[in-house]
Structure formats: structure tokens, C-alpha cells
């Protein structure tokens, strides 16, 4: 990465040596893991440039935004509506973290036994390796499983500018009314951090930015329909990831043109995996980069991955806010009914994303369905016992795969992933 970025980097308070380090692994993981899969779409050369200036020349882009005024939050989950930020004028950024840093000083603050994604998000705050937290005017934070909840409480120690969002736990009357005087008030927050009022027309706009951004990964996964599949798992994982990090307008124009590519292949019925491979659809806790062990595992395995059930990927994006509003009111309702739709495992009971696994698998025609949880991650650990039961029921096929960001378990989980790709054959 370029070395002119070293006195940005340095500006933001970062660990310079920590810093390239991580930088190198990030690197190295991508050319072994991206880089070295066949028969790639060329539009993917977009989402490889990206991930090569992810902490570049992106950064370098919020620099120059603060400069011009605009603020920069950083969330931790896909209930913080990015509509309401870029209505203030403001930048969202994703500020979860897949892999482990410094850990032995993340575990003096949280106890062993937390997720990898949480730890993950302190050891790159105790480690200073993170340029976008660093970067962020205000860190949004959410009541939803109980480590998070809890570590907002320590990390409030770590960070000036913590903002926490409470969230509900029940999909009822009560729960969409928490979490609409919730969205009221982050609206009023966000309007005092830039001194921007969110008007009608302001909104509306944000929110057809957004929409055109699910539309089109929503046209992405449809594509992954197709047989022989057009694009790796892999891949379309990355674009769900980068989602979270890039311009909106541009990240839409990428996928569009990417998708416009995908057509002709599956026109020509060119695949990147040969025709009948066997079809997974994996589901479970969200996947932040550099987090790619399992579906890396997967695809090394032969198996393809044709969607993902999860907060990155089709969780988060499912569905768009209805455009047809006018005012405030009907705008911020809109808003409301849309999030409130997100199936997270923090939802008691949560049936919705039992059926989506479901509909899912049918949709994308997948031959079985690898479960993937946390350890230590309690909502989706207990939830991927009834998601179980309800395939079998329907005989289709589960893996329930439990693990970490460490690679200790890949010998194993390619042993394991291996002998269920078998049984799909
Ligand atoms: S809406 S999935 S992004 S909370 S893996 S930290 S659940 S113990 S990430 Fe999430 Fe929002 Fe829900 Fe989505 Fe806790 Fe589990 Fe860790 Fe997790």
C-alpha cells in the first residue's frame, strides 16, 4: 500500500508497526484466498482494487470529506439505518472486525468466553490498527445480544464519541414503537453532530441512495441462481462485505456493472465452478473481513457457495424502504417498517428467519445448508438447533459448523466440510 499514506495513518493515531503487520496478513490472506480462485468476472477487479486501498485511499476519501465538513459514523450492525446518516450529510462506515488482535489485552477487558467479532472489534481499538474507528466522528453502538450490550459499557471507556441505540428483543406493537422513538432520537442525534436538519427532501433521497444499493445486490443474488454459478461465493461475499465500507454510488454502479457481465456468462453458460457442483447455502453470524476461513473451506472443497443467510448478505439486505412517502412522518414509518423486518437470533421468538432459510434455499436451489455460528455467540448457537430440526424435517441437508477467527480448526472443519459435500453428490 502506498507509503504516502503513512502520515494520514500516523495523524489518525495509529500503531504503525501493528499497523503494517495487520496490513500484510490482510494482503497476503487476500492473494491466497481472492486472488488465486479461476475464472473470476473481470468486474471483480473493482472489489480487488478496493480491498488493496481498503485502509488507503478509501480512508484518504473520509479525510478529505471531514475536511470538507461532512462527519463520519462507524456502526457495529445493520440496524443503524445508513438513510438517516447520509440525510444529515454524514458518511456510515461498518466497523466490525474478523480477525484477532492483541488479545491477550482484549481479554484484561472482556471475559474469554465473548465472540470472536467482539473481541475482534476491541483488539483493533487496544491495538490501533483500525483507521475507519479512528476516523469516526461518532461510534454508534446497539443493545442487541448480551456481549454487546455489555461491551458498549467498556468500550464507552475506550472511545469519546459512543453512541448507544437501544434496540427491542420482541417483534410486537411495543417493540416497533421502541424502536421507532429509538430511530427519533438517533435522527435528532445525527442532526446535532453535523448542525444538518434532515428535511422530507433530504430523506427521501437517502433513501433511494440506499435502496439502489440493496437493488443491486438483490440483483447479484439473483444471478447466483444460475447453474452453472456465475460467480464464487466468495466473491459475492466480498461484495456484500465492501457494502459496508465504500461510496454508495459508486459501490451501486460496481455491482451493476459486475451483474451486466454475469448476464452474458450465464448467457454462455460460462460458471466459475463446472455445471452441478454442489449448491450451499450458508447462514448464520455475520462475516466482517477478513473473516473468510469457512467459506474459503467451502469453496476449496467442492462445493459453491450460492447465498448468505446473514447480516452480511441477504439478512441485512432484504428488503428496500418504501419510496412513496411525502413527509417526514411517512418517511421515518417507512423506515421503521423496513428495519423492523431484520430476523437477528436477538428476536425472541424469531420464526421469520426460519422461513427465509427456508424460502432461501429454494430460491437459489441450494443442495444443503452449512450453519455457521460464533463460538460463544448464544442467539445464533441456539438458534441453529431449530434450524436443524426444521431442514431435516423437509430433508434437506445441515452442517452446524462452531468456530472462531483462529485458523487452528481449518484441518478439521475441511474434514468435516469435505465429508457433507460428499453426501450432496
Ligand atoms: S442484526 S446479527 S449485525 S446484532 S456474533 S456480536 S450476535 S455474540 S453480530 Fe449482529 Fe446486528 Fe444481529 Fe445482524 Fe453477538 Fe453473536 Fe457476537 Fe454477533
Known amino acids: 500500500m502506498n507509503n504516502n499514506y503513512q502520515s494520514m495513518w500516523k495523524n489518525l493515531g495509529l500503531d504503525l508497526n501493528a499497523h503494517d503487520a495487520l496490513l500484510q496478513v490482510l494482503g497476503k490472506g487476500y492473494q491466497d484466498i481472492f486472488l488465486a480462485q479461476n475464472n473470476r468476472p473481470e468486474g471483480m477487479s473493482y472489489f480487488d482494487f478496493v480491498m488493496s486501498e481498503v485502509h488507503g485511499l478509501r480512508i484518504k476519501e473520509l479525510m478529505d470529506e471531514k475536511d470538507q465538513g461532512r462527519k463520519i459514523v462507524g456502526s457495529y450492525c445493520v440496524f443503524v439505518p445508513e438513510e438517516l446518516v447520509l440525510a444529515a450529510n454524514a458518511t456510515l462506515v461498518g466497523l466490525c472486525s474478523g480477525a484477532d488482535f492483541v488479545m491477550e489485552e482484549v481479554e484484561k477487558l472482556l471475559p474469554r468466553n465473548t465472540c470472536a467479532l467482539i473481541k475482534s472489534s476491541f483488539g483493533f481499538k487496544l491495538g490501533k490498527v483500525c483507521p475507519y474507528l479512528e476516523s469516526a466522528d461518532m461510534i454508534v453502538g446497539e443493545n442487541t445480544c448480551d456481549g454487546k450490550k455489555k461491551a458498549y459499557e467498556t468500550l464507552n471507556t475506550l472511545v469519546k464519541n459512543l453512541y448507544v441505540m437501544d434496540l427491542p428483543q420482541v417483534k410486537s406493537e411495543q417493540g416497533k414503537s421502541l424502536l421507532k422513538a429509538e430511530y427519533d432520537r438517533f435522527k435528532n442525534a445525527m442532526e446535532k453532530l453535523t448542525g444538518v436538519s434532515i428535511t422530507a427532501e433530504s430523506l427521501k433521497q437517502a433513501i433511494q441512495i440506499v435502496n439502489a ?59 466459475v465452478f463446472p455445471e452441478n457442483t454442489p449448491r450451499i447455502l450458508l447462514s448464520g453470524c455475520p462475516m466482517a473481513v477478513p473473516n473468510w476461513k469457512l467459506p474459503w473451506i467451502i469453496e476449496t472443497s467442492g462445493a459453491v457457495i450460492v447465498g448468505e443467510e446473514s447480516c452480511v448478505g441477504e439478512r441485512g439486505t432484504r428488503n428496500l424502504t418504501d419510496e412513496s412517502g411525502q413527509t417526514m412522518d411517512e418517511m421515518m414509518k417507512s423506515i421503521v417498517n423496513r428495519y423492523f423486518k431484520v430476523d437477528c437470533a436477538i428476536f425472541s421468538p424469531n420464526p421469520d428467519r426460519l422461513n427465509h432459510i427456508s424460502e432461501m434455499v429454494e430460491t437459489y436451489k441450494a443442495d444443503g445448508v452449512i450453519h455457521y455460528s460464533l463460538q460463544f455467540c448464544q442467539p445464533y448457537l441456539m438458534e441453529s438447533i431449530p434450524v436443524e430440526t426444521a431442514l431435516e424435517n423437509k430433508n434437506i441437508p445441515v452442517l452446524r459448523i462452531e468456530t472462531d477467527y483462529s485458523m487452528e480448526d481449518v484441518g478439521q472443519l475441511k474434514t468435516r466440510v469435505e465429508a457433507f459435500v460428499e453426501q450432496l453428490t
Open 213 to 271: 444499493k440493496r437493488s443491486a445486490i438483490h440483483r447479484l443474488s439473483a444471478l447466483r441462481k444460475a447453474n452453472p454459478v456465475p460467480i464464487s461465493g466468495l466473491d459475492a461475499l466480498l461484495a456484500n462485505q465492501v457494502f459496508f465500507y465504500d461510496n454508495p454510488a459508486r459501490f451501486t454502479e460496481s455491482v451493476n456493472k459486475i451483474c451486466d457481465e454475469l448476464e452474458k456468462r450465464i448467457e454462455e453458460k460460462q460458471g
